[in-house]
Structure formats: structure tokens, C-alpha cells
């Protein structure tokens, strides 16, 4: 084996371990991400009560729960996505389009993982990376829309007189929707990860055609040089 040819078998191995080992991360990682984004659009723990509301209560994208304003311990809960016309605000209705789009991508996205025994992995990362991209706006939507439904009126009966779009009033922002914002973060690093790895395999697979075709072109002058056929044979 020619020098040229053990280093690059040497540097192929060390990548391919690495390769290896991040993609794994990135895999476990998305799968996280996908759990996230899951229990973000079923929890209706939003927005909440706070110790100046008076009663208790709590909001999700399309489920929530207020208090009947006898007893603080006793919720009424109203609202399914099967049912739009429950859900109390049209934006709230358009936040949770777009949280179950984003939802749909990323378990679509780990359903590509299985095209990695198949095709090009390059091109699986790249369409995972976009996947996770396009999830990332969805979510960045969906939380940008939520709080322009603020002013329904059962939010207003719950958070004070002062809640409007945009302005939250007595209540309080809840685990959710700190969850959600935590999730776009994550989405736009898988993604930028994702579409690094398959830029990598698609350079790696270039250089190593390239080093292949440079080792075959070196074997070919070294056999002629040591064919006579190919040159003047020189006698003593």
C-alpha cells in the first residue's frame, strides 16, 4: 500500500469514528427535541394564575382551565384541538397550527433517520437540517401569535382589566412557554449541526475521490516506469 494510501485510509477511519459519534449526539439530541416539542403542544400550561388573579386558572394552545369564582380549588376546563371553535382566541387557534406543524416536521425528521441505511448521507442531513429548520419557524411563530390572543375575554375575567394583546396583565408566564422558547434554540442548533455534518460528508467524499484517483494515477507511472515496454531499456 502506497504512503499516500495509508494516510488516507488513517484519516477515513478517524473520521468516520467521529462522524460516527456526533451523529449519534445529534440523533439522541433530536429525538429529545422531538419529546419537547410534544409536550409543548399538549400541555395547557402556558399562561397561568398568579397570587393577584381572583381565581385560579391556566391556558395552553387549546386546552385551559379557570376557576367557577366560588372556590379556588375547583377548574372548569374547556377547549380540545379536535374542536376549534372551543379554543377561545383565533390566535391562539393560528399558535396551535403552527406548534403542530412543527411537531409533524420533527417527527418527520426522525422518521428520515431510517434513509441513512439507504441513501446518500450528505443528502440525509441536509433534509433533516431543513426539517429542523422550518420546525424552528414554526415554533418561533407559534410563540410569537400566542400572545396576540391575550385580550379574549375569559383571559381577561381571569388576569385583570389591563390584559390586552401583548401584555399579560396579573397572570404569569408558565413552564410551557419558556419550554418552547428553550425548543427554537434547540431546533436552530440541530440544524446548523445537521446541515455542518452532511457539508463535511459531502467534502469528505470528494477528497477521498480525488485521493483515489491521485493513488491510481501514481500506480500507473510507477508501472510504466517499470515496464520496459513503456521505455528504452538500457544495457550495460
Not at 369564582?69 to 383565533?90: A, H, K, M, V
Not at 381571569?158 to 419558556?178: A, D, F, H, P
Amino acid at each position: 500500500m502506497l504512503p499516500s494510501q495509508e494516510a488516507s485510509k488513517i484519516y477515513h477511519d478517524n473520521y468516520m469514528r467521529n462522524s460516527r459519534t456526533i451523529g449519534v449526539l445529534w440523533a439522541i439530541f433530536t429525538i429529545c427535541f422531538a419529546t419537547i416539542n410534544v409536550v409543548v403542544f399538549i400541555q395547557p400550561y402556558w399562561i397561568g394564575d398568579s397570587v393577584s388573579t381572583p381565581h385560579a386558572g391556566y391556558f395552553g394552545l387549546f386546552h385551559y382551565c379557570v376557576g367557577d369564582g366560588n372556590s379556588n380549588r375547583e377548574l372548569i376546563c374547556q377547549g380540545t384541538f379536535s374542536d376549534f371553535s372551543s379554543i377561545p382566541s383565533g390566535a391562539f387557534k393560528a399558535a396551535s397550527f403552527f406548534v403542530l406543524l412543527s411537531m409533524v416536521l420533527i417527527l418527520s425528521c426522525i422518521a428520515c433517520m431510517a434513509l441513512f441505511f439507504f441513501c446518500n448521507t450528505a443528502t440525509v442531513y441536509k433534509t433533516c437540517a431543513w426539517m429542523q429548520l422550518l420546525c424552528a419557524v414554526c415554533l418561533v411563530l407559534g410563540c410569537l401569535i400566542f400572545p396576540d390572543g391575550w385580550d379574549a375575554e375569559v383571559i381577561r375575567d381571569m388576569c385583570g382589566e389591563e390584559t390586552g394583546k401583548y401584555t399579560l396583565g396579573n397572570c404569569s408566564v408558565r413552564w410551557t412557554y419558556i419550554l418552547a422558547i428553550i425548543g427554537i434554540l434547540d431546533a436552530l442548533i440541530l440544524s446548523f449541526l445537521a446541515f455542518v455534518l452532511g457539508n463535511r460528508q459531502r467534502d469528505f467524499i470528494h477528497d477521498e475521490i480525488k485521493a483515489e484517483n491521485k493513488d491510481l494515477a501514481v500506480s500507473r507511472i510507477e508501472i510504466r516506469a517499470k515496464d520496459p515496454r513503456f521505455g528504452v531499456q538500457q544495457f550495460p
